[in-house]
C-alpha cells in the first residue's frame, strides 16, 4: 500500500470515528454521552403518559431479546423500529396489543406469570404494577439485574458489552421465535445468500453481511422492503456517515445491535496484501 492511500484511509477513518464516538446532536446541540451497558438499547416511550398523570415508560431492549427474536416483537406483534413511533394506548394494552400481547397477568414465558399492563380500572394495591413500566424519572427497583444476567454471558467492548450472537450460539439464551395465539404459523423462510460490500476506501477491509445470520433474528421483514428495497443486490447505497445518522444497517447498529464504534466486526475480511 502507497503512501497516499493509506492516509486517505486514515483521513476517512478518522473522519468516520469522530461521527461515531463524539455524537454532537445537529439538532440539539447537545453532546451525548456513550449510553453504560444497562442502558444501550433503552427506549423512553412518552407519547401519553405525562398528559395522564403518569411517569413515561422504559423499555428495555436485554431483558425481552434475551426471550424473544426480534421478529416476534417487530413482525408479529407490530412495534415500530423507531422509538415513540408506536402509537401504544392503555386501551390497545388491556386488549390484548403490543405490550398487553405477553404483559396480560395470564402469559407464562420460562415458568413465570408475566404481569399485566394497564388496566382501565385501578385500585391502590395496582399503583405498584403500574410504576412497573411506567419508571421514568422514579426510583424503582427492577426483578431484573443487568450485572447479574451478563456475568455468565461472553463479552464484547461496545454496546450491551455482550456478544449476543455468541451467546445464543452457545445456547446460553433461547429467545423464541414465536408466541402462542400472536405468531401466524407460516412457511420456513428461504434464507439467502451471504455476501461481500466493499467500502471503496483502498484498505478499508469489506463486510461480510451473513443473509442467514440476520434472518435467524429478524426475519425478512425487519429489512425489506424499509431499510433495504432488496430486489437486486446493489440497489441500496451504503455510505458510513448515513449508517452514523441512523439510517441503513444503522436502524439497528446505532440503537440495539452492537453498536459503530465496533468497526472491526463489520470491517471483517482481511485486507490483500
Ligand atoms: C407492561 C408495561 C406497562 C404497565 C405495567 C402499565 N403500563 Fe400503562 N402504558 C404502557 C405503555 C407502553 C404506554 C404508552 C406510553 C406513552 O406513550 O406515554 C402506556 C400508557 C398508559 C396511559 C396513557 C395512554 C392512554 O391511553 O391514556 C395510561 C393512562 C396508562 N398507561 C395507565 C396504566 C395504569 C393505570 C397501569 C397500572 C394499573 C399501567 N398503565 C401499567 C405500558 C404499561
Ligand atoms: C419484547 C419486544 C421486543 C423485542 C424482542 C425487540 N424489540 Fe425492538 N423495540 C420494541 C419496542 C416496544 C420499541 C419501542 C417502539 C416505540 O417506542 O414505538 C422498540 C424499538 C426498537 C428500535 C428503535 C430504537 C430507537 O432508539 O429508536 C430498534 C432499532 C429495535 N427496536 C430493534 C430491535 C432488534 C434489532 C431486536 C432484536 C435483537 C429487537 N428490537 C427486539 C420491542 C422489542
Ligand atoms: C413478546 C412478549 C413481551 C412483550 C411484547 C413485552 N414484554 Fe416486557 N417482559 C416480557 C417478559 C417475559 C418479561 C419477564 C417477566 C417477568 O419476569 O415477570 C418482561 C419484563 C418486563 C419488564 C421488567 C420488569 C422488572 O421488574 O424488571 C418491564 C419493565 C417490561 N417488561 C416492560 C415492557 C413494556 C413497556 C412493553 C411494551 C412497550 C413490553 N414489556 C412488551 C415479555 C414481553
Ligand atoms: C438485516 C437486514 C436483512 C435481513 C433480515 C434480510 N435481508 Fe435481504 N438483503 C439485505 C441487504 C442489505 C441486501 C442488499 C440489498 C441491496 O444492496 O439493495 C439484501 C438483498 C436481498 C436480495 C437481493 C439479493 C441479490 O443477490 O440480488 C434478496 C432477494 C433478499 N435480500 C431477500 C431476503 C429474504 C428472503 C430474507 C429473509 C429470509 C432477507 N432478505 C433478510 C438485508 C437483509
Ligand atoms: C433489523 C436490524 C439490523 C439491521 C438493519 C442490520 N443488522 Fe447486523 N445485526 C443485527 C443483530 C440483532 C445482530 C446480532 C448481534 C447483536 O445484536 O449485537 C447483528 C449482527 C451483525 C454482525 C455480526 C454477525 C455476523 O454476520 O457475523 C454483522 C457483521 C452485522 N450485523 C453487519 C450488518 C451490516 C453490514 C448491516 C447493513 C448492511 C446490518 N448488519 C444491518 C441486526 C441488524
Ligand atoms: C454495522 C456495520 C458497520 C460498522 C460497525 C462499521 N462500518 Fe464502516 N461501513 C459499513 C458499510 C455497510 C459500508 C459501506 C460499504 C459499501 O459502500 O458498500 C461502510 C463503509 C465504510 C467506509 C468507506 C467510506 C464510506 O463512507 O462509505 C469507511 C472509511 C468506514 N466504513 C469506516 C468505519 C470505521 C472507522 C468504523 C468504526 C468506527 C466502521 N466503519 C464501523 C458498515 C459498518
Known sequence: MNKVTMNKIIFVALAVMLAVCGPASSQ????????????YGRVIIRNYSEKAGLAPVVFEHWIHRSKFTCRVCHVDVGFAMKAGATDI??????HGYYCGACHNGKRVVDGKTVFQSCSEKVTAGDAKRCERCHSYGLKVASEYDFFEFSEPLPKERFG???????????GLIKPSASLEGVT???????VQ?????????????DIIFSHTKHTVWNGCELCHPEIFVGVKKGTSHYSMVEITEGK???????????PLADCQRCHSKPVQP
Not at 446541540?29 to 449510553?35: D, E, L, T, V, Y
Not at 401466524?184 to 423462510?189: D, E, G, H, M, V
Open 160 to 170: 450491551n458489552g455482550l456478544d449476543w450472537e455468541k451467546a445464543e450460539e452457545l
Open 89 to 94: 394506548t392503555a386501551a390497545d394494552n388491556a
Open 28 to 39: 440539539t446541540g447537545i453532546k451525548k454521552r456513550r449510553p453504560l451497558p444497562y442502558e
Open 248 to 258: 441503513s444497517c444503522g436502524v439497528c447498529h446505532t440503537t440495539v445491535a452492537f
Open 184 to 190: 401466524i404459523k407460516r412457511n420456513p423462510l428461504v
Open 193 to 205: 445468500k451471504d455476501f461481500m460490500l466493499n467500502p471503496k476506501v483502498e484498505g478499508m477491509p
